[in-house]
């Protein structure tokens, strides 16, 4: 027998309203012992709940009868008063009832998963929304909860579907000369497939910068402007500015966005020989947070120097930079020189003129960060995607380009385009969980929190 499920849905703390959520055979029987009535489907009904002749609360109490619930099981909601107290003493009163147990975490998303209510990509989509960390994040997570991102792999799929039935009848039945399905018509539509396949990744790719932002680590010498610049961006004092050399010791992360990016922002402490102990640790880690950045902005006082090369400036800065964190000079301070505000991208690294103190050229550097990530902004025909998205679409898009290679090499053997089209299909169905395995359906719900 399928276990009954119990968890609070809403956060845990005081508020000024709490929900219980119960799935499973034994919703009915604890709406029951709860309410001490037979509940009419659908309907919310204000009604005392009550252990034995004791009310606990009073509030609104609805029956989900399967499969017209979110976990497509019998489902009960109880809205009561949000006191931690009064939630509890509900929840083990439940709990005393034969077969019923506290919730796993993200198991009420899961179960509707297994019972066909929702499809990987949306049930993820669930906890992107829960845990969205602005306006444009939501948007996208709603959308993919929508099923957006369902709806293009599934075109993809029944693309590559419509080509594999074509492909295995030619292999199948070869002595009934399928003469439509020739090489130019087999490399029109895996085309076709490509590049809806890369509008997909493209998108994809947005979605995961939106959710998991874009680390920026600003390094550089002392009074080089690195904290005048994170407050630029941030629009607050967040940093000490002083024209004192080292005052900056400790890291500071400051989360912005720029036109719907997130971007988290680290302010680290400037490089240099010194005997003071507090400020080598504040060095080393600077080089700690170089690391983990996505990309590094290595600012220089244009008042003090005419070059940009790093390896002139602080020769030891390039043997902590992994290979492939990106990193673009930023010539702080042109207000007290002759430049004007540029940018400089005919040889890499990509070199930045501005001023912190003016503003000039800030928004060339926000424009340049943008173009980094690849962000586009906008939210048309867009949704919130994770990395093992983007992974499952490069598998796919890997296996493709070997079947069309083999397909140009050689025209009459299609058995290889036909396994490897098959194979594209199964990364594909790995996105929404058409095809999954227990790991990974345990891993992605295991990240989700209880009541959800």
């Known amino acids: 027998m399928i276990d009954t499920i119990v968890a609070q849905a809403t956060s845990r703390g005081y508020s000024g309203i709490g929900i219980i959520r119960v799935s499973g055979p034994q919703a009915l029987k604890v709406a029951w012992e709860i309410t001490g009535k037979m509940l009419k489907p659908r309907y919310a009904t204000y009604i005392p709940f009550k252990k034995n002749e004791m009310i606990l609360d009073q509030g609104i109490a609805i029956y989900f009868p399967e499969p017209h619930s979110f976990t497509g099981e019998d489902v009960l909601e109880l809205q009561g008063h949000g006191s931690p107290f009064v939630m509890d003493m509900l929840i083990q009163h439940i709990l005393h009832i034969s077969n019923i147990r506290i919730a796993k975490p993200g198991e009420f998303s899961e179960r509707a998963f297994l019972n066909n209510k929702l ?150 402490a400037g490089f240099r020989n010194t005997i003071n102990m507090i400020e080598k640790i504040g060095i080393k880690r ?65 070199v930045i003129h501005l001023s912190v103190k003016t503003g000039q050229g800030l928004d060339i550097l926000k424009k340049h960060l943008k173009k980094c990530m690849q962000f586009s902004g906008g939210n048309e025909g867009r949704f919130m995607a994770r990395r093992r998205h983007l992974n499952a679409l490069e598998q796919a898009e890997q296996h493709l380009k070997i079947g069309k290679a083999q397909i140009e090499e050689n025209a009459t053997e299609r058995e290889i385009l036909a396994e490897e089209l098959r194979i594209a299909q199964q990364h594909l169905n790995e996105i929404t969980g058409e095809f999954n395995s227990d790991d990974l359906l345990g891993k992605i719900f295991s990240s989700f929190c209880i009541g959800k």
């Open 119 to 268: 499809d990987l990509t949306q049930a993820e989509a669930i906890a992107d929304l829960i845990n969205a960390q602005s306006e444009e994040a939501a948007k996208l997570a709603f959308q993919s909860f929508q099923g957006e991102f369902s709806r293009r792999i599934n075109m993809l799929v029944n693309s590559l579907i419509n080509l594999r039935i074509d492909i295995e009848a030619s292999i199948n039945f070869p002595e009934d000369n399928i003469d439509f399905l020739n090489t130019k018509k087999i490399l029109s539509d895996l085309k076709i497939i490509f590049k809806n396949l890369k509008k997909v990744k493209q998108e994809a790719n947005q979605g995961i910068i939106i959710r998991e932002g874009m680390k920026i680590a600003i390094v550089g010498l002392p009074n080089s402007g690195k904290s005048s610049l994170l407050n630029a961006f941030s629009g607050k004092q967040s940093a000490i500015v002083t024209n004192i050399a080292g005052t900056t010791r400790d890291i500071l992360h400051e989360n912005i966005h720029i036109d719907g990016m997130p971007i988290q922002l680290i302010d680290t």
């Open 286 to 350: 600077t080089f700690d947070e170089i690391k983990v950045a996505d990309h590094v902005l290595f600012m220089i006082d244009a008042s003090n120097t005419i070059s940009t090369n790093i390896t002139e400036i602080y020769p030891d800065f390039l043997n902590h930079l992994p290979n492939n964190t990106g990193i673009t000079i930023i010539r702080n301070k042109i207000d007290q020189t002759s430049e004007g505000p540029r940018i400089c991208s005919a040889s890499l690294p990509t």
